[in-house]
């Protein structure tokens, strides 16, 4: 085993010692078997570089307090007692200032320099032996003597560098570059039309996008809430003023050293007046400004969005407890009643009392049974609806609550501008939607497909629809530009579910109208009302035989009989029936637009209401001008049950929902129920109007024991059915 000693490297404050041994080993045959080095140094590195100042050779032997010793005689004996200046600091009898201090450190630097740290690296394969480090008994002197340790910032190192690509205002180069951008967006603006620029289409290469997954610590959420009222909303914004106030009132509160007291209080009393006064023109400041900005903001206020849909939601709020009796009848629930405190003697005597009032009601039921009635609930009616006639009516599809109310009159010198109406059952006293039309309607219907599609016909022929989602008071669509429009009055409108495939489960929604020009036609929407007719009602010859003698019929006017009504089979939507104004009802087919399946003629004037018994489908009524209602068969011209209880004109007729045997029919003088299966020769319940109104129309609550009456003075009136005797059959 060789040992080689290398020299040794000597720091201000500890004394290192780097030994450098040369290893063999040798195993039982005297094979070299000495492991091979990881890493193999330069064959230069290991040469040792000379200090500039001190040399390693110098102190081979010496211990670090000689180098210490030499080094402070070294830097004493160039120092000069005059250059240590005002920045000297005393210690003992010996004195060292900056200069000297800095001039050890840059010694010190040139000794441990980095490059003489790398010349005297050396590989693993050079250290044989480990020796303990020996370290330096420090004196008294050493430990009191300054050292001064200086803290460096590295190096930046830059991981990512976006240059901005927005320049401030102030820079030197703002100016060039604003006219740059003057110059490119004046060329961007001569681009379009110019001959000298050129459109070429260009390819660009997509990079496949890699996916890349990364590791981050959980995020986490947390929610928090908090409420600011207007009064805090109020103080934050005059802390201000406050602060203002507070102020003048310290500073008028102030003491004051005077040498006289009766200066003293005369001063205070002064500045007291002066402070008062400035603080009350202040207050009379702000609370004008207050005033001011309040008067600003509340006409914002009333006109917002958000203020109208509290409104809205408030009145309905309030509505519902004004009407909460009559909407619970009409709903058939129980009547909510308030609580009311009292006494526990007085709560034992209303229990007897209601406890005794139901035994005698009950003896009383047993005795005595009500018969059938009608009970008035409430009425839709508001300050456009007055004075105009209720034409027609129809229940949203969707929303059971909703009413459509058409307004206009029925003669052509009566004629004025009509009006539509939404009305809901959550407010009855102001109606959702109101539609204001150049003519009278004279028929509605809600779209079963799309539910907030109104479809409205008017006197002068014209069909709009009209989207009751919306604000906007303006019709969707309207037929007034269309080539084909009525040249009548629409009577009726429908819109009608029929198939367009040969399974039957394709069904598409159409709009169907018939007009006084003997037209019922099928409206199409698709980037307008576009139509085309399903039947052209002619004027079919009377069968009455001619006497003798008897003069020839006048010249017929028009070959086409008014149409007045029509209504779709409940289940098969290729048939339907149409009333004429000659008096005939016909039965037609979607199939055939050229001739009558079937003619009914038993009516002596216009048929104006046609309607299927929704459980009896082969049963019908028809209402006509010659006071009469008549009850048909579709296999059978002859009528099978004629009612003839009054002698006015029957504008309308509905058959009950929850009944086969139920029908409603209006007449001018009185509304109408009918039960066949008690009689048929009178009607169950009559109403009469108020002296002077008129009744025009009729409609069934969907869901409800309810009918809906509507008369000439503007006003729907809802009433509850009660005591009626529901049948067990479904078949007339």
């Known amino acids: 085993m060789k040992v080689h000693n290398f020299s040794k490297l000597f720091l201000l404050d500890k004394i290192i010692y780097c030994c450098y041994l040369n290893i063999q080993v040798f195993d039982e045959q005297g094979k070299d078997v000495t492991p091979r080095p990881l890493y193999r140094p330069e064959p230069n590195a290991s040469l040792h570089k000379q200090s500039k100042i001190l040399s390693t050779q110098d102190f081979s032997g010496a211990t670090g307090s000689d180098f210490l010793s030499s080094l402070s005689t070294h830097q004493t ?436 109208s018939v007009s006084a020009d003997g037209r019922i036609t099928k409206w199409l929407i698709r980037k307008g009302l576009g139509c085309t007719d399903l039947m052209k009602l002619k004027r079919t010859a009377s069968e009455r035989k001619k006497l003798t003698g008897e003069k020839k019929s006048e010249a017929l006017i028009s070959r086409q009989a008014p149409g007045m009504c029509f209504d779709f089979h409940p289940r098969d939507t290729n048939i339907y029936l149409a009333g004429t104004e000659e008096g005939h009802i016909h039965k037609c087919s979607c199939s055939y637009n050229e001739q009558f399946l079937e003619t009914y003629r038993a009516h002596k004037g216009p048929v104006y209401k046609i309607a299927w018994n929704p459980f009896s489908t082969d049963m019908f009524l028809s209402c006509s001008a010659d006071w009469s209602i008549i009850l048909w068969r579709q296999d059978s011209v002859r009528p099978i049950l004629t009612f003839s209880s009054t002698t006015n004109v029957v504008h309308d007729i509905m058959w009950s929902p929850k009944s086969a045997f139920v029908f409603a029919a209006v007449n001018e003088g009185q509304v109408e129920i009918w039960d066949l299966s008690v009689s048929t020769l009178d009607p169950l319940i009559v109403t009469f109007p108020n002296p002077g109104v008129k009744f025009t129309t009729v409609l069934f609550a969907r869901n409800t024991d309810c009918i809906l009456i509507g008369d000439s003075n503007g006003t729907v009136s809802v009433y509850e059915l009660r005591n009626m005797i529901a049948s067990d059959s479904n078949k007339v």
């Open 77 to 512: 004996s160039g120092i000069n007692a005059s250059l240590v200046g005002p920045f000297s600091r005393t210690y003992g009898s010996s004195s060292i200032s900056k200069s000297t201090i800095s001039t050890t450190e840059s010694m010190a630097d040139e000794i441990v320099e980095p490059g003489s740290r790398r010349d005297t690296a050396i590989s693993l394969s050079d250290v044989q032996v480990r020796r303990d480090e020996i370290r330096e008994q420090l004196t008294k002197e050493d430990i009191d003597r300054r050292v001064d340790i200086y803290l460096t910032e590295t190096e930046t190192i830059w991981l990512l560098d976006m240059p901005t690509v927005m320049v401030s205002v102030e820079s030197e180069d703002a100016e060039k570059l604003q006219e740059r951008n003057k110059i490119y967006i004046e060329l961007c603006k001569n681009k379009a039309g110019n001959d000298c620029f050129v459109e070429r289409m260009m390819q660009t290469l997509n990079g496949a996008p890699k996916n890349k997954e990364m590791q981050c610590d959980k995020i986490l959420m947390e929610d928090k809430g908090m409420m600011a009222t207007s009064w805090d909303l109020y103080d934050s914004f005059n802390a201000l003023e406050t602060t203002l106030t507070s102020s003048i009132t310290e500073r008028s509160s102030r003491p004051t050293s005077v040498s006289s007291s009766k200066s003293n209080v005369t001063k205070d009393r002064e500045r007291t007046t002066i402070a008062s006064s400035s603080i009350i023109d202040l207050e009379s400041v702000i609370l004008a400004r207050i005033h001011e900005e309040e008067e600003d903001h509340s006409e914002a206020i009333l006109k917002s969005e958000k203020f109208q849909q509290d409104l809205f939601f408030m009145e309905r709020v309030l509505m519902e407890n004004v009407f909460q009796p009559k909407l619970a009848a009409y709903r058939q629930l129980p009547v909510l009643i308030e609580p009311v405190l009292t006494s526990v003697a007085a709560e034992d005597e209303a229990e007897t009392e209601d406890v005794e009032a139901e035994a005698e009601e009950e003896e009383g039921e047993e005795e005595e049974i009500l018969p059938p009635s009608l009970e008035r609930l409430w009425s839709y009616t508001c300050e456009w609806s007055d004075g105009h006639n209720v034409s027609s009516m129809a229940w949203n599809k969707l929303n059971p609550d909703l009413l459509a109310v058409g307004y206009g009159q029925f003669g052509f010198k009566e004629q004025k501008k009509g009006l539509a109406c939404c009305w809901s059952l959550k407010n009855p006293m102001w109606p959702e939607r109101i539609y204001q039309c150049d003519h009278g309607v004279t028929a509605l219907d809600f779209s079963l497909a799309n539910p907030n599609l109104l479809a409205v016909g008017m006197y002068n022929g014209t069909v709009a629809v009209y989207n009751v989602q919306t604000h906007n008071t303006t019709a969707v669509l309207d037929s007034s530009e269309s080539f084909d429009k009525h040249i009548g009055p629409v009577w009726q409108v429908k819109w009608i579910e029929q198939d367009r495939g040969t399974t039957g489960d394709d069904k598409g929604e159409i709009l169907i």
